[in-house]
């Protein structure tokens, strides 16, 4: 019966089927989506951050102010693929902090930058692979006992390499990827853009974002289905290491130098901007439109409320409940949803 | 005569789809063993759960002590004086012996509620030596044996002074010796009145102990007799009974060369020197109690769990099969036994389910060919007859004949020779069954050869062509099928001690 599957382009779809190929349409399923809730949460805090400050609503606040909280942003995609698979890597934000660290110490000791940068990237990845290799030889260690490690050791080496000290000096031009602009709209947000596009395409058209969700759910039948699953926990990990160093490099380039302590933190917003994406922690379900919404409403409330004068503190308060919210209300819709399809 | 301390009548339970108890009686005497037996899946373990309250029967009634009594929660059955012992012993291994042992009635002091540790360390020593076992109450559940274990477990249902007591095959996991002093602790226990339902698939536990055996079959009462009324010979005839062989579409397919064949495979623990080879068009059915290494060995020979040592040879050529992924590309697939966490991904919808095995040819450099995969698996589906509204249906919407089909067109999307179907008719309804016969048919028509793994004797006789026989680990009897009695199976499934091989099959093989 394999042939069925060698043969498929030379057949026409027919309608000899018993069982119907095309989805049928649904109102309810189309508008019943965790997304739509997202955008009203976005558009309020939107209205609020205008009430709050007049100097809020321009042109400039949605073209030029994200790329004042994007940097983080880039580690959201893998960590959203790292959540998929049912796990948690906590240490991307020291990941962030030895890629940035190695970039400049190397540039320092007279590394040409493009080298530079290239070698932060490798450094983000290797540091990913590790996590994702120790994930798949000791499979009795649990996710979060290896990556809290490992992000004490990563955090520990930016230490080591640069002492309690900040490293900077770069040329010009580095400054252009975290502040520059193309046809007025920043370079950083054209990244973001790019990325954002790439993973949604990944996730969602490719057999690797087919098999990332599917093992979420259930990755037994995926290794009885033939599935390389230590492969694709080794590539999800690895990219997780990979987009933590292009983090580096903007955050980098933004602030001019970089000190080991950079990104403390990143991981538990980058986590929350995933989890309120829409994304289960218990694995498999996850869209793309999701995540990127919560990079966007956390970055407009936290800037908002920069606007008003408001402590970073309250800020922490505020995104702490709205992660609860959207846990909770996550788990309202998974009863309506169940209630439906039994019916 | 003593009154009945326990008595059932007509009971009978459903579960969707199957009917797990049918009509079945059942009576107990005070201080009285009653063997209890039956092929897997003949309902023994629901019986239990009813006993013991885990579930509540459809109809029928229920007596102790001449009462008519109905159970809402094991609590309440636990409280009339029952209590069970299973198969797999359910410990807490970190806590002490007499922790488990007063686990959910611990001794509690008067007036402070705390736990009066010394008396329930002290009593629990007296029940264990009440039983005779020379460990200690402090020492740690998971330091002790298995056979220890039990004994604890006794103790336990012990301490809620109970007068029935039921063991769900305690003998299993017990060495000869470790059996005779399990032995030795339920006559004692018969002796001082308590009564006990001894499940047990050895002939020989039930010939050693019971008072009367019971035994059911395809969820019915078969009857019940006092042992010194019965043969080691009849009690099997009861247990397989005599019938329906021909439900089965058993075709007449020419078998073909050979395809697949195992040497000596062992996988240290799990199974030794296991051989067997498979021809194109044969279905090779694998059968034994549950627990003899059949699915070990299968599971071996498609690559989750390697085996240690041992030759696989596929198409004549020696390969290594390290994954499924080898496994598969080889050419040999595997249906596994638990459909729901082995088989499908339950959240999924049908249609992916259904190429998760082969996304690779329904791809480019990764990228999906979406409309292909829909047609694909909107063929094999409808091919299989799934039963379902569109191929967006989630599988867990599914009845368990229908997931088993999706299952089977999950392996079809792969070029494969050999199948492996492991209890391919788990927990399916009569009808479905006949349409996973049906496939099966199919499938060696088409030349796949087929292993079989199942414990229900039927199937096995009614679908394969030759027999492979397991018990704890050891290949016991190749068979001929048609030349074969059940008994035969079964008396290498239970009671032979050393491997043999039906001559008539292998001369048959070499002429």
Redesign the interface.
């Known amino acids: 019966m394999s042939e069925i599957v060698e043969n498929r382009m030379n057949t026409k779809p027919n309608e000899d089927l018993k069982i119907r190929i095309d989805r049928p349409w649904s109102w309810k399923r189309f508008f019943f989506q965790w997304e739509w809730l997202l955008v009203i949460v976005l558009l309020l805090v939107i209205l609020i951050n205008s009430l709050l400050s007049p100097y809020f609503l321009s042109l400039n606040t949605f073209i030029s102010t994200p790329a004042t909280f994007l940097d983080k942003a880039f580690i959201v995609f893998p960590m959203m693929f790292v959540i998929m698979l049912g796990r948690i890597d906590i240490s991307v934000a020291s990941t962030v902090a030895v890629s940035a660290v190695i970039m400049a110490v190397s540039y320092n000791m007279g590394l040409p930058m493009p080298l530079a940068i290239l070698l932060c990237l490798i450094t983000g990845s290797l540091g990913g692979a590790i996590n994702g290799l120790l994930m798949v030889k000791f499979k009795e260690l649990s996710f979060v006992i290896i990556t809290l490690s490992t992000m004490i050791i990563y955090r520990g080496i930016a230490y080591i390499l640069l002492g309690d000290q900040a490293s900077g000096g770069f040329p010009k031009w580095f400054s252009f990827l975290g502040w520059g602009s193309i046809l007025g709209v920043p370079f950083i947000v054209i990244c973001f853009i790019i990325t954002a596009v790439i993973f949604g395409l990944l996730l969602h058209k490719t057999s690797f974002g087919r098999i990332v969700s599917g093992m979420g759910f259930n990755k037994m039948t995926c290794e009885y289905s033939g599935i390389k699953v230590n492969r694709v926990t080794m590539i999800v990990f690895t990219l997780a290491g990979l987009m933590s160093g292009v983090t580096a490099v903007f955050l980098t380039s933004r602030m001019g130098s970089t000190r080991p302590n950079v990104a403390m933190g990143y991981e538990l917003e980058v986590i929350a901007m995933v989890a309120l994406g829409g994304v289960s922690t218990s694995g498999g379900v996850g869209r793309i439109a999701g995540p990127i919404l919560a990079v966007y409403i956390i970055g407009y409330l936290s800037y908002g409320m920069g606007l008003a004068n408001l402590q970073a503190p309250v800020v922490l308060v505020v995104i702490g409940l709205l992660l609860i919210f959207s846990v909770l209300a996550i788990r309202i819709r998974f009863s309506v949803s169940r209630k439906n399809s039994a019916v | 005569m003593a009154e009945k301390i326990l008595e059932l009548k007509h009971i009978s339970k459903s579960f969707p789809g199957v009917k797990a108890l049918d009509e079945v009686h059942f009576d107990l005497m005070p201080g009285e063993i009653h063997g209890l037996m039956g092929e897997n899946g003949a309902g023994k373990s629901t019986f239990i759960k009813i006993i013991t309250g885990v579930h509540s029967h459809d109809t029928g009634e229920m007596f102790i002590n001449g009462n008519l009594v109905s159970f809402a929660n094991p609590m309440e059955a636990q409280e009339m004086g029952l209590a069970a012992i299973y198969q797999h012993v359910t410990c807490y291994p970190d806590l002490t012996v007499a922790e488990n042992i007063y686990m959910g009635h611990e001794k509690i002091k008067r007036y402070s509620k705390r736990i009066d540790w010394n008396k329930m360390f002290s009593e629990a020593q007296e029940l264990l030596d009440q039983l005779g076992a020379n460990f200690d109450s402090h020492e740690r559940m998971g330091n002790l044996s298995v056979a220890r274990q039990q004994i604890v477990e006794i103790a336990k249902a012990l301490s809620t002074r109970a007068k029935i007591i039921i063991m769900d095959e305690p003998t299993a996991a017990l060495t000869q010796h470790e059996s005779s002093e399990l032995y030795r602790i339920t006559e004692g226990l018969r002796d001082d009145g308590v009564s006990i339902i001894f499940i047990s698939h050895r002939i020989e536990d039930i010939f050693r102990l019971a008072d009367r055996v019971t035994v059911f079959r395809d969820s019915r009462f078969i009857g019940c007799w006092p042992m010194e009324e019965i043969t080691q010979d009849k009690l099997i005839v009861a247990m397989v009974g005599r019938e329906i062989i021909q439900m089965f579409p058993k075709r007449k397919v020419p078998i073909g060369e050979k395809v697949l064949s195992v040497e000596n495979l062992t996988r240290i623990g799990y199974f030794r020197n296991v051989s067997l080879d498979l021809h194109k068009g044969e279905i090779l059915a694998l059968t034994g109690l549950v627990g003899a290494g059949r699915t070990e060995v299968c599971e071996s020979i498609y690559g989750?769990n390697p085996s240690d040592e041992g030759i696989i040879t596929f198409d004549d050529h020696e390969i290594v099969i390290d994954?499924?992924?080898t496994?598969?590309?080889a050419g040999i697939g595997?249906l596994?036994e638990d459909r729901q966490?082995?088989?499908?991904?339950?959240?999924?919808e049908i249609?992916?389910n259904i190429t998760?095995?082969?996304?690779?040819?329904?791809?480019r450099y990764?990228?999906?060919d979406e409309?292909?995969e829909?047609?694909?698996?909107?063929?094999?589906?409808?091919?299989l007859n799934?039963k379902?509204?569109?191929?967006?249906t989630?599988a867990s919407?599914l009845s368990g004949g229908n997931q088993q089909k999706v299952v089977v067109a999950?392996i079809?999307?792969?070029?494969?020779k050999v199948i492996i179907l492991d209890e391919p008719t788990k927990g399916v309804d009569i009808k479905a069954k006949t349409a996973i016969y049906e496939i099966i048919g199919d499938l060696v028509e088409?030349g796949y050869g087929i292993i079989l793994i199942s414990s229900e004797m039927p199937e096995v006789m009614g679908m394969s062509d030759r027999i492979v026989v397991m018990k704890e680990g050891h290949v016991t009897a190749l068979l001929d099928t048609s030349k074969c009695t059940q008994e035969e199976i079964l008396n290498a499934a239970m009671v032979v001690k050393t491997p043999r091989t039906d001559a008539a099959v292998s001369e048959a093989r070499e002429g």
């Open positions: 989750i994954s499924p992924v496994a598969l590309d595997f596994p966490k082995q088989g499908l991904i339950l959240d999924w249609g992916k998760l095995p082969s996304l690779s040819s329904f791809s990764n990228w999906l409309g292909g829909r047609l694909a698996s909107g063929q094999l589906a409808d091919k799934v379902a509204g569109n191929i967006f989630r919407t999950k079809l999307t792969r070029n494969l088409q």
